[in-house]
């Protein structure tokens, strides 16, 4: 546990910590009468109440469309299978001000849906909450699925034999099962939708503000850094609660489960209901996360000549964007996949050993510790990313010059989701194999090579392409350490679409579309990577 306590002490509590001295402290003392002062401001109760009922709605839509999705590629062999896998996996890297961008070319005035239906849904809620279910689909396909393809199906069966429904022995036996998964993708989402700032700052409109979104209005856009400060104390403060009942309600339920090799659970569809069943997982997917995407495809080819490669080629132009970049933004690619694959290694380095400790220890300490490493999801990127700058410019730690601050960043992000992921299933194993592996003479590091790796292989797997995808599509934090000359691709887009015209946008289509296909493609590449059949289905 000494590991990551001192990297999230260092690179998170330290700059966030710092951010909120700056905001609070004067030469006159510490003025937490601000706090009050702040929250009680009519405008930012609003914005209290809508960050938390959008995130709960997210949250609860997310789970009702991605469910069937899980049990389908838990469950069902189909051709296409691992293209699908990579498809839904993508939206997850797009940044928030690109999706945004394409979803109000879908629902708002002279979209898609204004010209076939004549309906418009930008500036409302259902814009916003359809954009979460975009982004997050792929966390509880993924998390909640990788689990349940190595149930055993046969405890279900038994249940069936004894008398139970279909249904009954799905709820009294599968379901208890995959509980702390669900719980694992439920908290994910939410606080993915709780800190949601880009989808709701285009779609939203000035109708609709999160908390995320009033930080940045605040420090960027009216230089308050108080109440920039005052706002992240209170979201630090309500994502801390969300964990710390999480963390009670999930370890109430944990138990050692009997885990099979996923390639014995998957069969074809069989009868009518099971394909009908497939059918409609492959239409949600087509509509929710298919068409959006294909909306940026069709605008990056849309040139003012005419459909074409016009786009592409300005981007080999360092002069592209009217001098917003100082290198060809197409050199954007080869910086993300460098900090993408950096990222990854040290988020598997720190979230590995924190979901080992995690499964050693027990008690009110390492329920805080978990919690804690929770919480980057849900504190400001933006105040993470000022905080980077503040406090890591000075000997010994000054890395405002190197390469290596942008990753560290993208992997605070990415532990997070390699700890849940890794953690049902390490909890899953039970502790009586590596006393047995013990009493036949194997070293506590052997005991883990034979009897756990073979388990969680596979969410090693999982954890490492969720990491690096988080790690491509990260925004809030990088748009501020990330260096003129070396932008990330979301960097690149964002700056494309702050300036006006044609060709900037049309530009910023071009490398949201190489995104896509880089994220696809590098998925794609880990299925290909899996060491033997035992790693499972993703």
Known sequence: MAVPLAFFGLFFAYPVAAI??????????????????????????????????????????????ALPGAYVFARFEFPGKQLLRAVVTVPFVLPTVVVGTAFLAL???????????????????????????????????????GLWAQLDPRQEEAARVLGAGRFAAWRRVTLPALAPSVAAASLMVFLFTFSSFGVVLILGGPAYSTLEVEVYRQTAQLLDLPTAAVLTMV??????????????TVRRRETALRLVDP????????????????????????????????????R??????????????????????????????????????????AATAIALFIGGLAAAALTRRAGPFVRGFDALLMLPLGVSAVTVGFGFLITLDEPPLDLRTSWILVPLAQALVG??????????????????????AAVLGASPLRAWREVDLPLVR???????????????????ATVFIARPDQPTLPVAVARLLGR????????????????????????????????????GEF
């Open 235 to 248: 979201q630090f403060a309500a994502v801390g609660a969300i964990l710390a009942v999480h963390a009670w």
């Open 263 to 298: 390639g014995r659970t998957t069969h074809r569809p069989r009868g009518w209901a099971q394909r009908t069943l497939l059918g409609a997982v492959l239409l949600t997917i087509g509509l929710l996360i298919v068409l959006p995407l294909g909306v940026l495809v069709e």
């Open 415 to 436: 532990v997070p989701f390699v700890v849940r992921t890794m953690l049902p299933v390490l909890r899953a194993v039970d502790g009586r194999l590596r006393e047995a």
């Open 20 to 65: 909120v001295g700056r905001g609070l402290k004067t030469d006159a003392g510490w003025q937490f009468g601000r706090i009050g002062e702040v929250i009680s401001q009519p405008g930012i109760a609003a914005v209290l109440w809508f960050t938390t009922w959008q995130a709960l709605a997210s949250t609860a839509l997310t789970l009702l469309i």
């Open 107 to 145: 629902l708002g005035r002279g979209g898609l849906m204004d010209e076939l239906v004549g309906v418009r849904l930008d500036t409302t809620v259902w814009a916003i909450l359809l954009a979460h279910v975009f982004f997050n689909y792929a966390v509880v396909v993924r998390t909640v699925g």
């Open 300 to 341: 990056s080819f849309d040139a003012p000549g005419g459909y074409g490669f016009g786009f592409y080629r300005a981007l080999q132009d360092a002069g592209a964007g009217g001098g917003t970049f100082l290198v060809p933004p197409l050199e954007a690619i080869g910086n993300s996949l460098q900090y993408a694959l």
């Open 500 to 535: 006006a015209g044609e060709m900037n946008y049309g530009q910023a289509m071009a490398l949201s579309t190489i995104l896509m296909l880089v994220c696809a493609a590098s998925l794609l590449v880990l299925e290909r990577l899996r060491p033997d059949k035992t790693s």
């Open 458 to 476: 596979r969410a090693l797997l999982i954890a490492a392409g969720f990491a690096f995808a988080v790690s491509l599509g990260e925004f809030g």
